[in-house]
Every structure is written in C-alpha cells, then in structure tokens.
C-alpha cells in the first residue's frame, strides 16, 4: 500500500475542532452513528468510525466523509497500480485525535505516530489504494493541541473494483492506527 504523511499546522491552515456544531460524540453514544449520512450510506465508514471510537482505543474521530474520485485525480504511480485499474476512485477522510493530553498536546508525538504509521502501512499487501496522514493543529474544548486527518482512497477499473479498494486500504488503515497505540519514547521524554 502507499503512505505518506505531511505536517499542515499554521494559524492561516486547516484545523481539527471539538465540538462543532453538529458533532457526535461517538465515544459516548455508539448509536449515533446511525445519525450520520456518511455513515449509514457507506458501512465500512461506520465500522471506521465505530472501530476508532471503541473503549479501548486510545484515540477518537470528530469529522469524515466520502467521496468520488475522477480519473484525473488517480495517479496510478501513487495508487501502486496500472493503468487499467485507475479509472475510477473512491476516497475518504476521518479526524483523529488523541485521548491521551499528553500525547495531543505533542507535535513530536504525531509526527513519530505519523512515521511509523506510515512505515507500517507501507508493509501491507493492498494495491490500488493508498493512505496520507496530515498533522493539523487541533482544539478539543478550547485546549490546544495536534490532530491527524487520514485519508484512505482506492481505485479500480470501474465503481465496485474502486469502492472493494477503498474499503480495504481503510480497514487496513484503521487496524494499523489501532495498534499503533505505543511509540518508543525520544530521549529527554
């Protein structure tokens, strides 16, 4: 699979707020992801969500959504495919952040929880798809911190092949972030 990751975090730059106007908290109230139209539309962003916002996981989700790809936006280089299977895509976006504020409140954390992410995904078999992590400056009531936004895309030769590879590079995505609970700790932590 491919993976990168990027840092984007700047006053003038896209940012991860908690709570917004018509946030769900998924941590407390599981069923309220039949709420969300994304969700319900696309059952492997629910199970995305659900999974992320378990009771063991050490992170949880404020934003996502779905969406098609067009042909001019699959670079089959990027996709770790042919020409053949990048002519229709599917991809989306979840907000994590951090349960632990220690964890949130460190660019150095993300940026280590990023790398091996993406080292980590990198090492899975799943062609036709592949995941960026975006470091954002993030607020959860109003305490500042950091955020990661992942976005998993997939393609195909046509819609279902596209859909069958973006469930699978964001279910691949998901357990990776899920067991990637612990880092090592830098010198000095």
Excluded at 73 to 93: K, M
Excluded at 100 to 117: M, P, Q, V, Y
Aim: proline residues 3%.
């Amino acid at each position: 699979m491919e993976a990168d990751w990027a840092a984007e975090a700047g006053s003038d730059l896209p940012s991860i707020v908690v709570p917004w106007e018509g946030f769900l908290d998924l941590r407390h109230n599981r069923s309220a992801v039949e709420h969300l139209e994304e969700a319900v539309a696309h059952p492997a962003l629910s199970e995305a969500l659900l999974a992320l916002n378990s009771q063991g996981s050490f992170v949880f989700t404020s934003k996502g959504d779905v969406w098609e790809l067009t042909r001019s936006e699959i670079d089959p280089d990027e996709f770790g495919t042919c020409h053949e299977e990048a002519l229709e895509g599917f991809a989306s976006y979840i907000d994590i952040l951090q349960r632990d504020h220690a964890k949130f409140n460190s660019f150095d954390f993300h940026e280590r929880w990023a790398r091996a992410l993406t080292t980590q995904l990198r090492s899975i078999g799943c062609s036709n798809g592949r995941v960026d992590l975006v470091i954002r400056s993030a607020s959860v009531d109003a305490f500042s911190g950091y955020g990661v936004t992942l976005y998993a895309a997939g393609c195909g030769a046509d819609c279902t092949a596209a859909y069958r590879s973006w469930r699978a590079v964001l279910r691949a995505a998901v357990t990776a972030t899920i067991n990637l609970e612990s880092l090592p700790p830098v010198a000095g932590e």
